[in-house]
């Protein structure tokens, strides 16, 4: 079954990237989720006397935002799941194929999911680099850069994150016509994620407590949207909408 899962998500991945078009779109959209951080970062440490305590506060909503990059890097993937396979008149080869519906659905979330983490270690690392690069030689480190909470937004908050919008994007996507139907879901996630930034910097709360508590909830809601998809994803809606 892993095998035949890996297949899936390879040919789901190379299929994406081998459009031109969609490498340009990633090309823009690295660019714009990494220069908003990467300004604000800057003001942030001149602003503080280019202390690193001073980014303390701030980092993880910084973050958080460089992270709708992957999210929109997996989602690509998500989106297109099954209404792109119907636009190409591909999907009852698929759906012919002597695969399991739990494969097929676990094939194509991977490749989302993989791709999606590859994009959130290159827009970290971009950030990072061009920082440090930039502004490397006049911080001055009073504090420890990676703080526990930080470590739990990078690692596991924006990870959580791309699981949770693929799986959600996935087991919705057989249920809709085309594929603008379902960018609804990245409008919600990403307004969510925004206002719960927002709260974060403004109540009286332990970082770290609150980075654990919403890494469990992303967590929770990611396993149930993979249960909910799972059950409800059938090949026989699928055949009767082609």
């Known amino acids: 079954m892993a095998s035949v899962i890996l297949e899936i998500a390879r040919k789901e991945a190379l299929s994406y990237y081998s459009r031109r078009s969609i490498i340009v779109q990633n090309i823009i959209l690295l660019f714009a989720f990494s220069i908003i951080p990467i300004e604000q970062v800057g003001s942030v440490l001149a602003s503080g006397g280019h202390r690193i305590s001073s980014l303390s506060s701030t980092l993880d909503v910084l973050l958080l935002i460089a992270a709708f990059y992957p999210i929109m890097v997996a989602n690509g993937i ?9 636009d190409q008149k591909t999907i009852e080869h698929l759906l012919s ?3 399991s519906d739990k494969e ?8 989302a999911i993989v791709t999606g983490w590859a994009g959130l270690a290159l827009v970290y690392s971009i950030v990072f680099g061009f920082t440090f690069f930039v502004d490397g030689s006049s911080i001055v480190w009073d ?3 990676v703080t526990p909470s930080l470590a739990v937004s990078i690692f596991v908050v924006a990870p959580m994150l791309v699981v949770l919008s693929t799986m959600a994007l996935i087991a ?3 249920y809709i016509s085309n594929t603008r139907e379902s960018y609804i879901i990245n409008i919600i996630l990403m307004g969510v994620m925004i206002g719960v930034g927002s709260m974060r910097l403004a109540i009286n709360v332990d970082p770290l407590l609150f980075d654990l508590g919403l890494a469990t909830v992303l967590a929770i809601l990611a396993f149930m949207a993979y249960v909910v998809g799972i059950k409800a994803f059938s090949r026989e809606k699928l055949i009767s909408r082609i």
Request: hydrophobic content about 60%; glycine content about 4%.
């Open 104 to 111: 097929i659905f676990l094939g194509k979330a991977l490749a």
């Open 172 to 174: 919705i996507s057989s």
């Open 143 to 145: 504090a420890p850069f």
């Open 78 to 86: 998500s989106v297109l799941a099954f209404p792109y396979e119907k």
């Open 97 to 99: 194929l002597p695969l």
